[in-house]
């Protein structure tokens, strides 16, 4: 199997017209691979049909852990391990500990959700990027054509580029 | 994105200026040599970092004994410059959360400074957490670890407890939103890098960052959870810090308005302080397009809110005080504001209610050296609003025969300047290395809103033609 990769790398540099162009190209029966741009463009990640993010559903899931640790830590400590006498009153005061669990509720999602994104993502420290062009991360929006996954000729691809904005369209090889 | 803007919208970004420029601006601190204006105040800072932490390490060294406390006064300016610092740092994730949700775009210019501001405070404050102990070598008793005593636990019912898991969330989860904005930039800088130090830094902690639409999709459902949760996170911090004293039973501590009063004090410190500093860093680092008037305004108007919030709050708990008709409730806020501390509840009262209303005038709130002085102003009162809270409640306790003063010591000072050499220690490295600017952000809504920013229209033949 041949390991090198060959992509078309369509450039273009206003975010309207790239979140246009994606709708052009992929209307013309091209298989755009993604689109890399130096900040969010919204509904861009639909236009190219990634399906939706379930990171709500991961965080809603580290929340519910969170907050489930903190009543199992207060309960254990508080009503079972070694409980306190404070004036007769219950062992089990719940409003007391609303504010820690309160806060293992956020703490978990937040740690939780934030690891789920480096790990969906695949990023960690010191990984070295897949980078198409370093302006990307500057004032260009790329995007992106495996010619693996396309049947058209890299001739018709860049002239649909070209067309629909592309301010230069590049080979790049990995 | 092209979003639907009224046109009597100011402009977000000054100057007409593109994508590019933006970078470059943002950039230049951090890839340039360091000026020598960065070299004069980081030196300075590190020498008042360094007395400071001969002060605290003395502190340390020989017990809290080395403070002006006495028997009757047995919480002073640790307290108080804790509670003061814990409040500067919520302007941050204010900005960061509240202001996401409320879709206010002027805060993405503004926000990766107050939250790197934050987490230098909430440091600072930890550090007063920390010599109040007397012991910080056993700070680690205040978590709920496994020990040889029992095990015997922390006491989930007590307000300080509640606090010690409210800062370090705090902290924790500021540190991880700051960061995780950080990460698009860091990767800008790694894209534009030229030597192998920076190459090979900000390359580790861009995490191999490539700005891919499904990472910005999954990127922007973090950020708007991690605000969502911050937002309510953040109130809780200061209602808690507030319960250490509302929970109490002493005369001027056990009021139920302390948590929305603590608060609201807390944001108007926090303002103020972020004021301050974006008032030097826009002019030190030639940044007044991004930190235009119009922030200047919106920060001013904040703090006037907020000022009149906390104004209310000190009149309700006159009233309250009178109205409720105990005799121990009321002579401790005559006390305040009539007995030998009168000096510091005035200054609290001139400072915190009738400074910030002279930002009622338009001439007054854009003016940008009085915006200085009142936003220093404001957290002068503030420190004296919490010396007036904690001091002045305790120093005329039940019993007249035990009746004291607190006088500073050169420690109770030395260890405030610590926390000043620390915050600013930090903030100028915070200034040199990581971009001031969250520039994916302030890019992200300059088209949205600057009418200036060079527009292209697509003409025949897909080439394209610049309009401004």
Known sequence: MNTTEKYLVGVYDDEDEVLHAVTEVKGKGVKIEEVYTPFPIHGLDTAIGHPRTRIPIAAFLFGLTGLTCAQFLINYTMVFDWPMIIGGKDFFALPDWIPVTFEGTVLFTAFGMVFTFFVSNSLWPGKKPKTFDLRSTDDKFIMTINMGTNKKSEAEIEEILKASGAIEVNVKQF | ?468
């Open chain 2, 1 to 468: 994105m092209s979003h639907v803007v009224s046109p009597i919208r100011e402009t977000l970004v000054g100057g007409g200026r593109s994508y590019h420029d933006v970078t470059q601006d943002i950039c230049k601190q951090v890839e340039g040599e360091p000026t020598k204006e960065w070299k004069i105040a980081f030196s300075v800072s590190c020498v008042i970092f360094a007395y400071g932490a001969y002060c605290l390490g003395y502190t340390w060294w020989q017990g809290i004994g080395v403070w002006g406390l006495n028997k009757t006064v047995g919480w002073a300016w640790d307290i108080t410059n804790f509670v003061w610092w814990v409040g500067i740092g919520h302007a941050g994730t204010l900005i960061s959360a509240v202001l996401l949700l409320f879709r206010q775009k002027w805060r993405t210019s503004i926000n990766r400074a107050a939250e790197a501001m934050t987490i230098f405070a909430v440091l600072c404050a930890a550090s007063f957490i920390l010599a109040h102990m007397g012991r910080p070598w056993l700070a680690h008793w205040a978590l709920p670890l496994p020990n040889t005593f029992g095990s015997l636990w922390v006491n989930f019912n007590s307000p300080l407890v509640w606090d010690v898991f409210a800062i370090s969330t705090y902290l924790s989860v500021s540190l991880v939103f700051w960061y995780l904005g950080l990460i698009p930039d860091l990767a800008t800088i790694r894209d534009r890098a030229q030597t192998k130090a920076s190459k090979f830094w900000y390359g580790l902690f861009s995490v191999g960052w490539t700005g891919s639409a499904k990472t910005w999709a999954r990127y922007e459902y973090v950020s708007l959870i991690l605000a969502g949760i911050s937002t309510p996170l953040v109130l809780s911090v200061h209602t808690i810090v507030s319960m250490d004293f509302a929970t109490s039973v002493i005369p001027g501590w056990h009021t139920t308005i302390f948590p929305p009063y603590f608060v609201a004090g807390a944001i108007f410190s926090g303002f103020a302080m972020v004021q301050t500093l974006l008032l030097v860093t826009r002019v030190v680092f030639k940044l007044e397009d991004y930190i235009t008037m119009e922030h200047i305004e919106m920060m001013n108007i904040i703090i006037t809110v907020t000022g009149s919030v906390v104004g209310i709050a000190y009149l309700t708990e006159f009233f309250i005080a009178w109205y409720s008709g105990v005799e121990y409730e009321s002579y401790c806020f005559i006390n305040r504001a009539f007995g030998p501390y009168w000096w510091a509840y005035w200054m609290m009262m001139t400072c915190n209610v009738i400074s910030p209303q002279l930002f009622w005038f338009k001439s007054i709130r854009t003016n940008i050296l009085i915006s200085f002085i009142l936003s220093v102003v404001v957290n002068v009162g503030m420190w004296f609003e919490r010396f007036v809270i904690i001091v002045s409640s305790l120093h005329r306790d039940y019993i007249p025969s035990s009746w004291a003063m607190f006088s500073p010591t050169m420690y109770d000072i030395g260890d405030y300047i610590f926390s000043f050499g620390l915050f600013f220690t930090l903030f100028f490295l915070f200034a040199k290395f990581l971009p001031v600017i969250n520039m994916a952000e302030v890019k992200s809504v300059m088209k949205g809103v600057s009418s200036n920013y060079p527009f292209k229209k697509k003409s025949e033949g897909g080439k394209e033609s610049v309009t401004h």
